[in-house]
């Protein structure tokens, strides 16, 4: 350990804390597995609850800022104020969830994949591969108008433009009662989803899936598809050159042929279906402690987290004094795609071998059957030993410490 030279940065990453359990693993992933082995550069913006209540906030924005500037961030969960957190955190306000703070910030799409090993095998037998989703973050039924109708009587749909042009198309002459919701998306933010998509395709050298359907909804659905294809020609030789591919097709044959694959693509979806699918995929690959995230600009930042939250369950039990077994998977791979990444942009082999042999030492852990206990219950063909967070995070440090030659 004391011959070898710590792997140096040259641009910090943007550190952002965060609070509850996953602030306590925070600490723990970087004594065990980062401080030892990296001459650790960041800028730190500490986004625990207490810390934004007394910046009003503000440190949320700088944040985001700051990865606006340096281009790589890594996240920790952090508590969405609810009433019950008003008391608990003598809050001064209900502060918005500082992920879409920041997801509104860089106009950002979030891609979400599953950590697979081969001792959980996901619900459908056919998933060899992780399978990333990308969900469209702006729009449609989530920005929606509605009524509700009570009498017989005709709903419009009306546009006036900025130029005088009036647009009036017949929804529906109601002989009775009824529903009527309208709904919007923008050509910008279509744009933006499509150029993260593809970005981050090329990133992870993965063919792109994207699906709607366009054969009913002509005008609205037909809208993405053709922005889509209209993006895609500025990438089209990139894709050739990573022999990668962008595949468009409805959503119904979308959702046949995802569950019939092996996996190993990025699926991008509009924001309905990806709620629905994100959640069904996460699912089906056993767990969400093993499931990252990370947050891709169009024009090229990322924030990699975990997509779990505080885990505030533990939490009262590690203030009560006791050893919690809180699974650091998703956190450790949310600081390895951020050292992976600066790595990659800044040029420093090191620091990407250092990230794939951080990945790797968690692996050969698990593959031993050394894990934590949300995962024993998951686990088929080992004999899995559940330890405690602290315990986990040391025999992978002492794996890693093996890879690197320390
Ligand atoms: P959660 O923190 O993800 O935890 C839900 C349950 O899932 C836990 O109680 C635990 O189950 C299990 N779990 C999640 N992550 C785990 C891990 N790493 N290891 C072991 N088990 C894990 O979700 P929540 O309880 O709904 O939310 C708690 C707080 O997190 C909320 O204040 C919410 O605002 C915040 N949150 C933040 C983010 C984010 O920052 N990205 C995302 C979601 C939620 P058992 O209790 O059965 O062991
Ligand atoms: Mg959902």
Not at 231 to 259: N, S, W
């Amino acid at each position: 350990m004391k011959t070898m030279k710590k792997i140096k940065m040259t641009t910090p990453l943007v550190e952002m804390d965060g609070d509850e359990m996953t602030r306590i693993l925070w600490k723990m992933i970087k004594d065990e597995l980062i401080l030892p082995f990296v001459d650790l550069k960041t800028e730190y913006y500490d986004l625990g609850l207490p810390n934004r209540d007394k910046t009003s906030d503000q440190v949320t924005i700088d944040s985001a800022n700051a990865t606006k500037r340096l281009g790589v961030a890594v996240k920790c969960a952090t508590i969405t104020p609810n009433v019950q957190r008003m008391s608990e955190y003598n809050l001064h306000q209900m502060w918005k969830s500082p992920n879409g703070t920041i997801r509104a910030m860089l106009d950002g799409t979030v891609f979400r994949t599953p950590i697979t090993i081969p001792s959980i095998h996901p619900a459908v037998k056919f998933w060899k591969k992780p399978i990333t989703i990308a969900r469209h973050a702006y729009g449609d039924v989530y920005r929606d108008v509605e009524i509700q109708t009570h009498e017989p009587g005709v709903a419009k749909l009306v546009f006036e433009g900025a130029s005088g042009e009036r647009i009036e198309e017949i929804i529906h002459e109601f002989s009775g009662p009824g529903v009527i919701e309208g709904m919007h998306n923008t050509d910008q933010s279509i744009r933006s989803f499509a150029h993260s998509c593809f970005k981050y395709a090329l990133d992870v050298k993965q063919t792109l899936w994207f699906a709607t359907k366009d054969t009913i909804s002509k005008k609205y659905d037909g809208r993405f598809k053709a922005i889509f294809e209209e993006v895609f020609q500025e990438y089209k030789e990139a894709f050739d050159a990573a022999g990668i591919e962008y595949f468009y097709t409805l959503i119904d044959d979308a959702v046949a042929r995802v569950m019939r694959s092996e996996g190993g693509f990025i699926w991008a979806c509009k924001n309905y279906d990806g709620d629905v699918m994100s959640d069904m995929v996460s699912t089906a690959f056993g767990s969400l402690a093993m499931m990252t995230s990370v947050l891709v600009s169009p024009d090229g930042k990322y924030e990699y987290e975990a997509a779990h939250g505080t885990v505030t369950r533990h939490y009262y039990k590690y203030l009560k004094g006791e050893e919690t077994s809180t699974n650091p998977m998703a956190t450790i791979f949310a600081w390895s795609g951020a050292f992976r990444k600066r790595g990659e942009i800044d040029n420093l082999p090191e620091l990407v071998n250092y990230a794939n042999q951080l990945e790797q030492a968690c692996f050969d852990t698990l593959n031993e059957g050394l894990e934590t206990k949300d995962l024993v219950s998951l686990s088929e063909g080992v004999a899995p030993k559940g330890l405690t967070s602290l315990e986990f995070l040391r025999e992978i440090r002492a794996r890693l410490g093996k890879r690197l030659g320390a």
